[in-house]
């Protein structure tokens, strides 16, 4: 089955608003979690990732919520802009695994101005 | 210029005949990858190379052969390709570990007739 799994397909927030994708994962083994955006036609990029031994990380506009015992974690875009639009795929690995980056189905964020 | 590389970016065959993609990386990387998106846009991961060797295998039909000469070359060779692999298919490195930040080629998109 899908080990990591994006359950909104897309999300629209107004311009100024606050976005927040979310990401549901099995693997209790999973010690490793980043979102990485993918503007179309181009290659996903990494935006922010973080270690199980932190539930959050802030860089800028950007906050990653880890929530180990549920399972989940999120990215939070405050002051949201268009240029924000884009699909945002998170995704999950372990460090003492076999180093394979599983990503989830992505969610299209439109930030509407 | 440091970069993943691929070639071709497009490639239209029909079914029954054989492709090759290539994979260059020039980061220092140790660690290659290939990826599949499909029609959903889920990226899923095929194969894995450390330092030339095999590290992951997913179930990937048997036509899907992957060949790295070195740790900077992983190319992707399908022999007889069928209707549902036209994807793109994403070449990947990362230094080894599973906190390494992953970067992504340009993609090369393949269409089956």
């Known amino acids: 089955g899908q080990q990591v799994k994006q359950s909104s397909p897309s999300l629209t927030v107004q311009e100024g608003g606050i976005s927040i994708l979310n990401c549901d994962y099995e693997?209790?083994?999973?010690?490793?979690f980043a979102w990485y955006k993918k503007y179309p036609d181009n290659s996903p990029t990494l935006l922010i990732s973080?270690?199980?031994?932190?539930d959050k990380r802030e860089d800028g506009r950007l906050t990653v919520f880890l929530n180990k015992s549920g399972k989940h974690f999120s990215l939070h875009i405050t002051a949201s802009q268009p240029e924000d639009t884009a699909v945002y795929l998170c995704?999950?690995?372990?460090?003492?695994?076999?180093?394979?980056?599983?990503f989830g189905e992505g969610t299209k964020l439109t930030v509407s101005s | 210029e440091t970069a993943v590389f691929q070639t071709p970016n497009y490639h239209v065959t029909q079914v029954g005949n054989e492709v090759s993609f290539n994979c260059k990386q020039t980061?220092?990387?140790?660690?290659m990858y290939w990826y599949k998106q499909d029609s959903k846009k889920l990226l899923k991961i095929m194969f894995s190379?450390?330092?030339?060797?095999?590290?992951v295998n997913e179930t990937v039909p048997r036509r899907f052969s992957p060949q790295s000469s070195d740790k900077a070359h992983l190319n992707l060779r399908i022999k007889s390709v069928e209707p549902e692999d036209s994807a793109v298919y994403l070449c990947?490195?990362?230094?080894?570990?599973?906190?390494?930040?992953?970067?992504f080629g340009s993609g090369t998109r393949l269409t089956v007739l």
């Open positions: 973080v270690r199980s031994n932190v």
């Open positions: 990947a490195s990362r230094h080894w570990g599973g906190a390494e930040t992953l970067y």
């Open positions: 190379y450390n330092n030339k060797q095999l590290i």
């Open positions: 693997n209790d083994m999973f010690d490793y």
């Open positions: 980061l220092g990387h140790d660690t």
């Open positions: 995704a999950a690995d372990y460090q003492g695994g076999s180093a394979k980056l599983i």
